[in-house]
């Protein structure tokens, strides 16, 4: 099975950065569409961000356009979110999963990590 492992979360101040890696292992990651998600506390998972296998194309939540980047590097087996100017309502738990059979992503991708903790405050 294709594994997934979520890094890079932590403690930041609102207005900072931080850039999440989704480190993948057992296929070649170019055969799967990636997508971030998060869950709040309290709150449902909501989609991120989603790219294509190759990464000429992306999709952004409305919450997210302008300060979210995702990005792939398929050769060494890893997806990127960068995000920039945070706030205290990005606070969730980072997910990312991975489908093969598809060009979008939604709550039935094949594929999830374990998440990691982004906490957005002062």
């Known amino acids: 099975q294709l594994q997934l492992v979520e890094s890079g979360g932590g403690l930041v101040q609102p207005g900072g950065s931080l850039r999440l890696s989704c480190a993948t292992s057992?296929?070649?990651?170019?055969?799967?569409?990636i997508g971030w998600f998060r869950q709040a506390p309290g709150k449902e998972r909501e989609g991120v961000s989603c790219?294509?296998?190759?990464?000429?194309?992306?999709t952004y939540a409305d919450s997210v356009k302008g300060r979210f980047t995702i990005s792939r590097d398929n050769a060494k087996n890893t997806v990127y979110l960068q995000m920039n100017s945070l706030k205290p309502e990005d606070t969730a738990v980072y997910y990312c999963?991975?489908?093969?059979?598809?060009?979008?992503?939604?709550?039935?991708?094949?594929?999830w990590g374990k998440g990691t903790l982004v906490t957005v405050s002062s």
């Open positions: 790219i294509s296998k190759s990464g000429g194309l992306t």
């Open positions: 999963a991975a489908a093969p059979f598809t060009y979008v992503c939604s709550e039935k991708m094949t594929f």
């Open positions: 057992g296929f070649p990651l170019a055969s799967y569409t």
